[in-house]
């Protein structure tokens, strides 16, 4: 066959449509999205209210935890003189691998021209900044004295100290607050046109100057799309690498050490591997809340379940080879430190949190294998949970695990946590819903002219 | 400094409903600044520096004098630090027989308890704060009354006293009154080797052993490295005996304990039988030597270790040496005085420095009778606190609250004081003049560093106040003594500043005598019951109690259980197994009447049916840090037998208690045993090669090497020669002043200590390896510190800027060693453990190292404060450190010189030549740290006959 046939052979109509029969048309689609915002009152708030005083109550409960912190000292936590690191390293983790998936799904998709990531792109986006400023915030205040923690930072300063390149903590800072600017600008602007939309169909002066304010004088112009195509194309360019450096990068402030179950070369990917992972979860739970909460069906459908639970079964996989290898490589290697480590962690003190790990990540998502699963959403968003609390408790044994049995037996303990360990662990995630909440009570949270675009590329 | 001892005189306690009006608190306030302007400073008479003899004080520049510490009576010579009037270091004296230069744990924990808050500070009574006045006139009619009848009704109850001034006070003062009575008592007592001696040779006597003539010792029961007046001094003697690679002229140690004792660990053979059985042990011995005594039967590893041991200390003629411990009855000591001749040992004889002529428990026992009589009407207890520390049986307190004026002298307003009608406070030993003798009689006087924080008084002042003698000093007394006494030939003042500096009184060590052939005692081989006994020891952290609120020692990691905060009851295997109880399971002990409830610590390598513990706990009247803690086994001391109750049974009872140990308990198998290394010497001469980690032969790296331009500091150390003795934890804790934490964050699995003793079980046998920062070359801490606040300088020093730290602890998290500490909370900075924060304890701080704040990290320095003084030192004289020149904190303190430090650039140096020895090795020297700690590897020398005298 010919170049020339293959360009004009017709596209064969696709197998499966993201949209359904109602929501195939322009008018719809803004019509969809924007209604939770502008006819509130067709809406019952009652379940938003509830989740916003709950999650309001938990945010609280972390600014009194980082209160505590700041004021007495990590010593509030668990940590101990071998287990140094605990819960902040961990979740300062597991928040950045779940505010890897915007990105993932905004960036690879697009480049990957996944059509489907449309309808979930923009909470996937803000779940990210939000995950990603989490994030932030623990590795500031695990610090021992945290109000320092500029000195990261290569500031002029008449010591004429610099900090210490080599250190992987110094990667990180740069590589999380690159990631937090990328993140933020990267929403933002593919938020511009919508927020015109709504600046249009706004329903009071009030709303209409805010959300003309932001959207920077959005006219919807051939030469407006144009730019904004460009510059939306050149930052999902940027983002790949990005989000895979970040992920690298955290992988590397356990790899680039001396430890037995952290210096191991398969830490990088296997990081930005768990990361998408757990971000995939993440935006599987936010997809199913958005899609129940503003009766989004029309747009969220069964299909993106579908597509999305291939993506986690595929990183389950990964994950469990990852972990495979990791033991192999201990056995292989046939260092003392690390093969007794691998039977610590199957057999010590933290064994049932492992085998716990190890079901939540690698067991439970290869139900589905099963297309009826995949295509429940009730059944999908058990096993992302699953999957969320898997990837914390991999997380929190990285961590403990090593920590808690290094080289020297004598200095073999435990981590024992604390109700602060909890209260800013658990607060971190009323924070996160608290401000997931607010973002779809001012924000359209599918983005309307991506949608718009798919639903014309689909032909109603 | 003026603020603070304003605001302890201020502090003194009153009662609590007592009222201070306004004009009460003025006077208080005008006569407490008073005071604290007169107070503070250096004592009133001249003392004489040890070292350096400055025209005045150089303010900056420490200066160091040369006094005595007592430790159950006996003195082991100090040189005591003092900055700009402030004691802060205890090292110890080379010029002393017991200490060497060397330290031991209480020692060095002598300058805290110090400036310890909850030290009395003034008179007591009737529950309110008194002064001194009221106590003389209370006193006086008392005196008066019992100097009409010759002394009768009056009475003295003290500890030991070697303090020769004190003994003739106390003597010219009987022989005026000879009705006054004086009753001694110590609660580590040794009556059974006393008596020993009695039965043997008809006449009191103190065994000397020379270690170092010595090739075979067997130790029956005996504790020669555990703590005591005498720890240092044999802990030298014995590791020096055992310093040769020739297993024939190395000493071999033999160890018959019911539970683990620092000698036991460094033994070649080690047999654990119940405290009862011991003595069979001791009749083979004598059996095989001729002694016409029945043969033992049983148990059949007694039997072949009996066998073997004989035969290897009769083969070695003048060398053999058997030494029986006080929990051994006198017939035993007096059989071993018999086997001893009978081998020619290398021992001699004293008499007894200790100057009462009856035991302890029996001058105790006529304390008691005399007091029940109601015939002690007026009781001056001296620096003792036996309501607390005398046997349970004699229900002392009753008797001591049956005498209607008691006063009791005492550093703390303790268990006894609560039973005297008066107490009075006692000058530190830092604080006040005295003199005491060594276990082997040597006289040194005690300077004082400071003068008395508090208005107290020293037994001689208190002496002199029954005497009616007032206005001498304990100065006046001390001199005024050893003008008479001392043998200065005529010109005292040249005598007494050189025996000032000295620390050591020429030539006052007892004289050996000689005895007749011993006797050999009537004593015939037992069995062991079914019932349990219970051994007491004294404790390596707190001895007998009287440590029990200095908090560096609390916090102690107790040798072999690494406990700290607390006892327990050490049970066998064997038996926590046919328990059923676990480490911190409760169990009831129940001997007679006495019932104990108390928490179980299972130790493998315990005789069977023993249950082993410690005093000096569960101190009801100890201060702020010390009471309260753990439970007092005094109560079920029989006075009979002190160190041994028989026939207690041990039962579950339901509950746990937490108990506090740094360091779990872990028996070393496979590729782990490189951890701990251990040859036979015997391996030693045959192999070349030991497989070993060595220092500097290090993994291929890609990084280049650091510059080093000047010194390259490292440090060896000898874990053959170890003993776990802990006297380096402690000496590094006073130095770099390191925090302690308290119970509840140990708990949590914290602690400060900058260097800790790894403790690993190998094949049944523990081994100490004491581990501070290895100061790696290519340390991993340093590339993780995100700040730079963990660096390498050009002398190698891996160094920690605390003010750079921002406490993200990667460093502590990259260590493989994890020799780094962070302060979770300010545990020396303003969140200190109860009354360890109080402004006083402050001046014990060693001003040239830096105090550190909550959030950040920190560890050993290799005391980079010494490093710098002997560079200043050094550059001021235009020439290089010499070897040996710097001295650290753990060096100087170690009893048997396991530490050695020194420069690697210098090719001759004693740690070039300790590195290049076949043993030593470099811990984890496979990861490519490069540490420049590095070790020697634990030597034996077990008898090569031993396993085929059991075939």
Redesign the interface.
Known sequence: MSLAAIRTEPTPPEAVRWTLPGARSLDAVNELVTAPLYERQLWSWKAWWLAAALSGALTAGFLVAVYVVFT????VW????????GFAIADYVWWIGIGNAGTLISSMLLLMRQKWRASTNRFAEAMTLFAATIAGIFPII?????M??Y??TPYPNTMT????W?????WD?WAILSYILFSLIFWYVGLIPDLATMRDRARSKFAATAYGAFALGWRGSARHWQAYETLHLALACLGVPLVVSLHSVVGMDFA????PGWQETIFPPYFVVGAMYSGFAMVVCLAAMVRWGFRQEGLITIAHFDVMAKVMLMASIVMGLSYATEWFNAWYGGD?PDR?LVIFEFTGSYAPMFWALLFCNVIAPQAFWIAAVRRSVVAVFVVSILINIGMWLERILIVWNT?SH???????????PTVWDWLTTIGSLGLFVLMFLVFVRFIPAISMHEVRKLVDEEGS | MNKQLRLDQANMRGPPNSEVDRRAALKLFVSGAALALASCGRPAEQIVPYVEIPDGMTPGLPMRFASALPLAGYGRGVIVTSVEGRPIKVDGNPRHPASLGSTDVFAEATVLSLYDPDRSQAPYSGGRVQDWSAFEAALQPRLDKARARHGAGLALLTGRITSPTLIAQIEAFTKALPQVKWYRYEPSEDDAIRNGAILAFNRPATLLPRFADARVVLTLDADPLGAGPEQIRFARDITQARRTHVPDQSLRLYAVEPAWTLTGALADHRLALRPELVRNVAIEIARSLGASVPELKGPPEAEHFAKAAAADLTARQGGGLVLAGPRQPPEVHALCHWINNELSAPVDFIAPVDPLNIGGIASLKSFVADARAGAIETLMILGANPVYDAPGDLAIADCVAAVPFSAQLGLYRDETAARCTWHLPLTHVLEGWSDIRAFDGTASIVQPLIRPLYDSRTAHQIMALLSNATGPSSFDMVRGYWQQAGKHGGDFEDWWRQTLQDGVVADSAAAKISLPAPQMPEVAPVSGGENFTLAFAPDPSLFDGSFANNAWLQECPKPFTKQVWGNALHLAESDAQSLGVVDGDMVRLVAGKAVLEAPVLVRQGQASHTVATTLGYGRAGAGSLGTAVGFDVYRLRPSDSPWALADVSVSKIGGRQNLLLT??F?E?E???KD?QPRFALADLAKKPDLGLSKPGGNPATLYPPHDYDTYEWAMVIDTAACIGCNACVVACQAENNVPIVGPD?IA????MHWL?I???VIGGKPGFSP?PCMHCEHA?CE??????ASIHDSEGLNLQVYN???????C???C???VR??????YADG?EYKSFGDDIVKAVFNPDVTVRG????EKCTYCVQRISRARRAAEKDHRKIHDGEIVTACQAACPTRAIAFGDLSDANSRINALRAEPQAYAL?GE?G?RPRTTYLARLENPNPDFGKAQS
Not at chain 1, 78 to 85: C, D, K, P, R
Not at chain 2, 748 to 751: I, L, P
Request: positive net charge; proline residues 7%; aromatic residues 16%.
């Open positions: 007495r000292g990590i010593g668990g940590v101990n003189t071998s287990t140094v690191w695990h610090l021992g004295r945290p320092y923690f000195w990261l100290v610099w900090p210490q080599r250190s992987a903590l110094i800072f680039a050490s001396l430890m003392r007794s920590l290094g080289y020297l037996p004598s200095m073999w303990r435990l981590f024992i | 360091q779990h872990f070393l496979g590729e782990a951890l964050e949590v699995g914290r602690d800790r790894d403790d690993y581990v991993p590339p993780v510190c995100p700040v730079a750079r730290c921002v406490g993200t602890r990667f502590q998290s990259n493989p060693y994890k500490r962070f302060n979770f909370y300010g969140e909550r959030g950040v990290m984890l990861l740290t």
